[in-house]
Every structure is written in structure tokens, then in C-alpha cells.
């Protein structure tokens, strides 16, 4: 008999007082309002070590919600996503508190430049121990855009063309910058590094220019793990080439299911194993020792789900302003600039016409994704059977009431998952990359496109000139 597959889980979180559920920092027992204390980051990465979970995933938004009613007033006065602080300088400290917990960051590509990211995201892997992962997203603010002096975004595809020219250029300076072996530490000869092993990379694209040196040696993972959420049909092609985890939302199993699928046989089609990726798909889980506590808890966090800031939210990720929407018309499906297959989701591919006033609910239809509530066992089967009916690998953890949800689920659910076989009891060793992949070691494998940019000992690997052109790394 076949070992089941064992599910694996991310505390899903935000540098911010609210992540997905809009006025729950306000609940009484919430601590969220501490999220700018590093205090508050050592203890959910601590409880979350203390669950197994494989990491800790901070989402990220560069810009304010604007989109609702034309302004960011009812986003700043729910604490929408705002204000927020910089995700990355969170994992040092909680890195240093923990042993094997990965760290799964979001950051904007289309407000950084590569050579300066390689070196930021190099540092982070160094600090970890080989534990950290890159969210990759592109942004769909305007308001971030804007405050960048961009004026505007770039257009959903674009987006992603340009995406594709940052991932060539970082490939490039991870991978074949610095051959193994090039860093001696030679107290002896006076020699930390060898100069022939170190390669200048010349990266000329149609977005992005480099020619440096990656400034750092190679960190434990080189490249970082890479995670992407993109599922709109141009997303999903990006994701299938380049990403290592996907997390995908969807209120049914059919959509959830049709979009790992799709991706899965995307992956295959771009030279890559089907199970190359791991899919995550987000799940709010209020869990109590009995099925009439875990209804009780739902009906109390229910009263401080803030439904203008909730609408504010699910406009800013749709693009679509629902302050003037009808609270009891179906939500309409329009061609906007923002989260394409979050609009997709709920008109397009639901099976029932969803109100805008039920989208505002800590309900099924307000989470877009599985919705669970019940007892420790409810919640298990609950979590088996998505994951087996579409395929899944595992769940990122919506953030509710901070810590009490996190530390039910560890406490009860993990468990209750233990006991059935499909949840570790001890950490894998290594890197996030291995724990994620046991058996493939710490860097991308070799069907990955970011492999072929990898140095080899005496010969570094020649750079594709995305303009065209050949322009192999010259030695220093």
C-alpha cells in the first residue's frame, strides 16, 4: 500500500495590522496591532516551528487600496493592509530564533533592479542557512506604481514579459557568477577568493541591464526557493516555467483543481516533472476541541470582520471599485489591470452567482479559497479531501485572530494529521529547498530554466542575450 502524500503548511501572514480578513486586529485577543515589534514575528515563527509547518509565508503589497470609492480613506481607517513595514528585514530575527522554519517573502519586481536584489535575497539565504524563498510578483496597485513615479503600471502581461527578463538577469548572477570552489578562506596563502572562478555577467534585456560581478558569494540554496501565485492564463505559463511552490486560490475543488492541473501539464509542456511545483492553496481553518466551540469562535470573529474594508481589499485585488455595487446583485466580470484570475474565480469559473455582500462575509464565499470549521478530526478530513479531489500539496494558513488560530491549529489539528499519517512528526535536514524536495539537494534542478545559467568548474556556462546575441560571463 502506497505512503499517502504528506500535506504541508505555511502560516500565511502580512507586515501589516490586517491581512485577509479585514478588522480583526480589533478582536480583543488579537495581537496583530504588534505586527511593526519584532517580538511579534519571533513568537509566530516560534509556534509555527513548534506545528512543523514548513514556513512562514509574509505576502506583501507595494501600494495603498485605493480602488474602493475612489480613495484610500475606508483602507487606512480598517488597517486594510495598512500601514504596513518591509517583510524582509523580519527573517533575520526569526531565523535566528528558530532552526528549520523556511521563510517565503513577497517582494515587487517591477520596483527593483537586479543586481541589487540578487545581492538583498543572497543575504537573506546566507542568514537563514539556506532557509529562505521569493514570492515573485509583478504588482497590480496603481497607487504603488504611482508612488514610484511610474505613473501608471505596466500593463497584466507586460508585467509578466518583464518578469521574465528580471528572472534571465538574476539567474545569471546566482548561477554563474561564482563557480563552487571559488571562495578558499586560505588563511595560509592570504587568498579568500579565487579571481578565475569569478565571473562577470553581461546581461542586456529589453527591461533590465547588468554587467557586475554578483556581489555576494554563493549562498546555501544559490538561487532562492521560488514561489509565484500567479494563475491567470499568463501567469500561469510564467509559473509553470519558473516557480518551485504556487499558491492558488478557489472556492470550489473544480477551480481549484482545474488550475493545478493546468499548470501541472504547463510544467510538462516547458520540460519540467508535474510535481517540479508544489501546489498551496489558501484555507481559513477556526478549529476547536468540539464542532459547537469551532462555530462559536466563527460567529465571534465574524462580528469584527469589517465589511467596508473587506470590499476595499477584494477591490483593490479585482480592480473594481464595489462601493457603488449593489450589495445584493452577483459581482460582474470586467477586463481590469489588477489580480485577473481573482475576478476570474468568483464570476467566470463560479457555478453560482456570488453576491457583493456575501464576498465581505467570513464565510466560503468571502474566503475564496477552502473554508473550514469544526472539530480537530472535521477540520482533518476536511484538509485530506482538498488536497486529494484537486491535487494539492498543501494549505497556506490564513491569518485570523493572531496567535490564538495558529496555535489552535498546531495544537489540535497537527495532531490529529500525525496520527493519520499524512503530517511529519520530525523535520527533514537541510535547506527549505530539500525539505520541500527531499533527496534533490539544495539548488534547482536540473530540468529548472535557472539551471542552465549555472556555472560549472572551468567552464561557466554562457549567457543568453535576451536581445539577441551571445555573451558568455568574462573573467575578473
Known amino acids: 500500500m502506497s505512503r499517502p502524500r504528506q500535506l504541508r503548511f505555511n502560516a500565511f ?16 485577543r488579537d495581537t496583530a496591532a504588534d505586527y511593526n515589534t519584532l517580538d511579534y514575528w519571533v513568537k509566530l515563527a516560534q509556534t509555527a516551528e513548534r506545528g512543523l509547518l514548513d514556513g512562514i509565508f509574509i505576502a506583501d503589497v507595494f501600494g495603498i487600496y485605493d480602488v474602493y470609492g475612489g480613495g484610500p480613506e475606508t483602507a487606512l481607517r480598517t488597517a486594510a493592509q495598512a500601514p504596513q513595514i518591509d517583510p524582509t528585514l523580519l527573517v533575520p ?11 517565503g517573502v513577497t517582494a515587487n519586481l517591477t520596483n527593483e533592479h537586479p543586481y541589487l536584489f540578487a545581492r538583498r535575497f543572497a543575504t537573506l539565504d546566507h542568514l537563514t542557512g539556506g532557509r529562505v524563498g521569493w514570492n515573485i510578483v509583478t504588482g497590480y496597485l496603481e497607487s504603488g506604481a ?34 563552487e570552489g571559488a571562495v578558499r578562506r586560505d588563511r595560509a596563502a592570504g587568498i579568500f577568493t579565487d579571481p578565475s572562478k569569478v565571473h562577470r555577467i553581461v546581461h542586456d534585456g529589453p527591461y533590465y541591464q547588468v554587467d557586475g560581478i554578483q556581489l555576494t558569494e554563493p549562498s546555501p540554496q544559490r538561487t532562492p526557493v521560488l514561489y509565484q501565485a500567479g494563475t491567470s492564463g499568463r501567469g500561469r505559463l510564467f509559473a509553470a516555467r519558473h516557480a518551485e511552490a504556487i499558491f492558488l486560490n478557489g472556492q470550489t475543488v473544480p477551480i481549484l483543481g482545474e488550475a493545478v492541473r493546468g499548470i501541472r501539464e504547463a510544467a510538462v509542456a516547458a520540460g519540467r516533472d508535474a510535481y ?12 476547536a476541541p468540539t464542532r459547537a466551540e469551532a462555530q462559536d469562535l466563527l460567529a465571534d470573529y465574524a462580528r469584527h470582520v469589517d465589511t467596508a474594508g473587506q470590499l476595499a ?24 489591470n489588477a489580480m485577473q484570475s481573482a475576478l476570474e474565480n468568483l464570476t467566470l469559473r463560479s457555478t453560482v452567482p456570488l453576491k457583493v455582500r456575501d464576498l465581505a462575509t467570513l464565510s466560503a464565499t468571502g474566503a475564496r479559497a477552502p473554508f473550514l470549521v469544526g472539530s480537530p478530526s472535521e477540520v482533518a478530513d476536511g484538509l485530506v479531501a482538498w488536497a486529494r479531489e484537486a491535487d494539492l500539496d498543501g494549505f497556506n494558513l490564513n491569518r485570523l485572530v493572531s496567535p490564538e488560530t495558529l496555535e489552535a491549529f498546531v495544537d489540535l489539528v497537527v495532531p490529529e494529521l500525525q496520527d493519520r499519517g499524512v503530517y511529519k512528526t520530525a523535520y527533514e535536514e537541510g535547506t527549505l529547498r530539500e525539505k520541500l524536495f527531499p533527496g534533490r539537494g539544495p539548488f534547482l534542478a536540473d530540468t529548472h530554466p535557472g ?24 573573467n575578473v
Open 93 to 103: 530575527s526569526m531565523a535566528a530564533a528558530t532552526r528549520h522554519i523556511g521563510f
Open 276 to 287: 517540479d511545483i508544489r501546489m498551496f492553496a489558501g484555507a481559513t481553518v477556526i478549529v
Open 13 to 28: 501572514n502580512m507586515a501589516a495590522p490586517s491581512h485577509t480578513w479585514a478588522g480583526l486586529w480589533a478582536h480583543p
Open 451 to 474: 539551471a542552465a545559467f549555472r556555472a560549472r568548474a572551468g567552464a561557466p556556462a554562457c549567457t543568453e542575450r535576451v536581445s539577441g546575441g551571445r555573451s558568455c560571463p568574462q
Open 313 to 336: 481589499l477584494l477591490s483593490g485585488w479585482t480592480g473594481v471599485d464595489l462601493s457603488q455595487a449593489d450589495p445584493d446583485e452577483a459581482i460582474a466580470y470586467v477586463k481590469s
Open 146 to 179: 504611482k508612488g514610484m513615479g511610474h505613473g501608471q503600471n505596466r500593463a497584466h502581461d507586460l508585467r509578466y514579459e518583464a518578469a521574465e527578463d528580471f528572472l534571465a538577469a538574476l539567474y545569471k548572477l546566482w548561477e554563474a557568477s561564482w563557480e
